[in-house]
């Protein structure tokens, strides 16, 4: 005990300990920020534990955001009290969708806070009036002292800070956007809104290598990170939560970027389907599932005789050992010769496939490609493959069934013990208990 008792040093970042000082942390890394005495973030973490434990005692109500899809994100809405931190590439979106849900909730609950310090008021209010969004009961403040910001507006039912790394609270050392104030800007930003019991959203730029910069304390301190994605040359922005105290992190809320700002897309599950009206050797349908959206995916493979001893496998929105897998399992069980070609593999839309139900339809792109025989288009195929070549079941086939059959696919192959063949299914389905048999049904 008496050893435990004796100065230890704490690093003013990551919170690491350590019985002697060191020029860097040995845990972060860092430089000249291990401190002695208490562990900076001790009294604030333990104020936030406090406010979780009430908060989780009496089931919170819930506050909209506006936006159906940003409420599923968050597993129903706003919580009262809840520090929610929003992170995505420069230019993704992350003000815009935050401007709109202002302007949504305060008509909905009140007097809304929106602290920018990026960005001047007219900036603001120009990107506000792009947007149609209305003014009533939207306060903007752009400055870059958070503690006097914070006290402007005492009623207020909502905050958005823009950004955290933007902010600064005077008296704590290092510059705006450096890992103390980082820490010390969204301590303050959680203590104003847990003894008000009101929802707030900070801002968080994303590093190089996709964190959020600032300390990794960050990410523990807040309730819930959401990061708002999107490719280039798209203009769909996919809204997902990677921490969330209070709902799943499985949601995916998607947004198109318009003229006039974001605005939810309501048929998410075709998007990344082309719909081709020809049918093509080397295309294959199934559907995936992110969170509780069943989406259509179409996996296109193309097979050239290979020039090399070792075959090459390339993928995109899918794991190339994946192909390697299922190309041998192919070889071995079905006598589909693709050792003989390189194989290219793609998903449409840039959509990541990781589930196993993709296998069957994997499995079929790869064999009508190296047979140059087209999968009916009308078909869809969802199972898992095993190393024997066994077809198995997929977790929530219903709901994938009813939405190819909404989208128009006729024919579904799935494995034999699919429970669900039981009972009435929306379209004619096909139960295999083999890879063989399942490219039997599709005619390669
Ligand atoms: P912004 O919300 O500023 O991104 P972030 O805060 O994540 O950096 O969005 C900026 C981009 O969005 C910019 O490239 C212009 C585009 N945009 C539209 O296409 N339509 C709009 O109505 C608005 C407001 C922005
Ligand atoms: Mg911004």
Known sequence: MAKLAAARYFCSVCGASSASWAGRCPSCGEWGTMEKGATPGAEANRQVARCIVASEALPPSRVSSGFDDFDRVLGGGFVPGGVYLLGGQPGIGKSTLLLQTCGMMAEIVGPVLYLSGEESESQIALRAKRLGTRLDGLHLACTGDIVSALEA???????????????????EGGWPGSPAQVRAVAQACISSAKERGIPAVLVGHITKEGRIAGPMLLEHMVDAVLTFSGEDYSPYRMLRAGKNRYGS?????????????????????GLYWNRASETVPGVAMTVAVEGSLPLIAEIQSLAAATAFPYPKRTGRGVDVNKIQLLSAVLEKRCGVGCSLFDMYVNVAGGLLLREPAADLALCAALASAVRDAPVPAD?????????????????????????????GFKRAVVSSR??????????????????????KAVMI
């Open 249 to 269: 992190t499985e949601e995916l809320g998607v947004f198109e970027m318009t003229d006039s700002g974001l605005s939810p897309v309501r048929d998410v599950s």
């Open 153 to 171: 507006l005492p009623g207020m039912r909502f905050l958005v800070v823009d950004s955290v790394q933007a902010m600064s609270v005077d008296g």
């Open 379 to 407: 078909c869809i195929l969802l199972g898992e493959v095993g190393l024997a070549g066994e077809v198995r079941p997929v977790v929530r086939l219903e709901r994938r069934l009813q939405e190819a059959a909404r989208l």
């Open 418 to 439: 699919e429970r669900a063949l039981r009972g009435a299914a929306p379209l004619a389905v096909t139960g295999v208990s083999t890879l063989k048999d399942a490219l």
